[in-house]
């Protein structure tokens, strides 16, 4: 059997030697936020029995690889996926699968619609050629279903409480309710210390007398973040910004990246060498300052 090999789509990445001699692939698919209609599980499951092994690996980051592909049925077996809205996943050095959690489509605790941040980043940005592998994970809320802090660039849904007194009848719930300890009643008034408020809007949702409401929602972005032989937890980069300055952020971190990594170098290790002061100097503008 002669190897058509389609070399674009081998730059890519996503289709990936197994480690048994010969010719069979394992070809990881793009998924974005681990969301697949039935069409599309449909397709997946008639192209592992036409050109795997019949059985469908779900990855560590929501993906799906369709493995034992004979490298000659490669080509085909994506054209035929592509079709019904499945398409070729990446590897290297380059941005990778977005992951998400469902965020307020579905979840009761979700501050943000995370799959459709997830998606605006997927759309603009996957597979972008970068120094090294380059993950993003969007998460609804500080829970942190989807760890953040364990991506290069973590989006966190956020949410700013305001107390309005006139309907406090000071029961005491949203005190005892804060994760983080933010709340003190003293004196017939509310304390808030926003240094230990994480933003998660427990203590609107809480309230019984809507003394507390929403005064702001928005992102908070984690950077840095890497798990793999040297782990590390992300930096906090900026609190609760809107929909436009988080995608001027995300374009300016990749020009910081493409100017000042070396060559392969993990986008913390570039934070850590050239300084996050410097990096964050150089995506936030001087409005955050
Ligand atoms: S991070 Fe928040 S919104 Fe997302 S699944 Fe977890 S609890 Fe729900
Ligand atoms: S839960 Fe509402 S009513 Fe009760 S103390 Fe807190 S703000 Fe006041
Ligand atoms: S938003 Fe969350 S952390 Fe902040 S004060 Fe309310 S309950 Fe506490």
């Not at 409401?213 to 590390?232: D, E, L, Q």
Request: charged share 25%; with cysteine; aromatic share 8%.
């Amino acid at each position: 059997m002669s190897k058509k090999i389609n070399f674009e789509r081998l730059k890519l990445g996503g289709i990936l030697p197994q480690r048994q001699n010969g010719d069979l692939y394992s070809i990881r698919l793009r998924i974005v936020g681990g969301q697949l209609n039935s069409n599309q599980l449909r397709a997946l499951a008639d192209a592992t029995e036409k050109y795997g092994s019949g059985e469908i690996h779900i990855t560590s980051r929501q993906g799906v690889e369709i493995s034992y592909v004979p490298i000659d049925y490669a080509d085909k077996m994506l054209d035929e996926l592509e079709n019904s809205g499945v398409h070729q996943g990446a590897c290297g050095p380059r941005v990778r699968g977005i992951v998400s959690c469902q965020g307020n489509r579905v979840c009761p605790r979700g501050l943000i619609d995370a799959e459709y941040i997830a998606g605006k980043i997927d759309e603009k940005y996957f597979a972008k050629n970068l120094p090294s592998k380059f993950k993003f994970a969007v998460t609804g809320c500080p829970a942190s279903c989807m760890k953040p802090q364990e991506n290069d660039f973590g989006i966190m849904g956020s949410i700013e409480p305001k107390w309005v007194g006139e309907n406090c009848t000071f029961c005491g719930l949203c005190e005892s309710t804060c994760p983080t300890d933010a709340i003190k009643i003293e004196d017939n008034t509310i304390h808030i210390d926003r240094d230990k408020c994480n933003l998660c809007g427990d203590c609107i949702s809480i309230c019984p007398t809507e003394a507390w409401i929403k005064a702001n929602s928005g992102y908070t972005i984690y950077v840095g973040g890497k798990v793999g032989r040297f782990p590390k937890l992300a930096i906090k980069l900026i609190e609760m910004v809107e929909e436009d300055e988080l995608f001027k952020i995300i374009d300016k971190t990749f020009n910081f990246y493409k100017e000042n990594a070396q060559p392969d170098e993990r986008f913390r290790n570039t934070i850590d060498r050239v300084g996050f002061d410097n990096y964050k100097q150089s995506v936030l503008t001087q409005d955050h300052d």
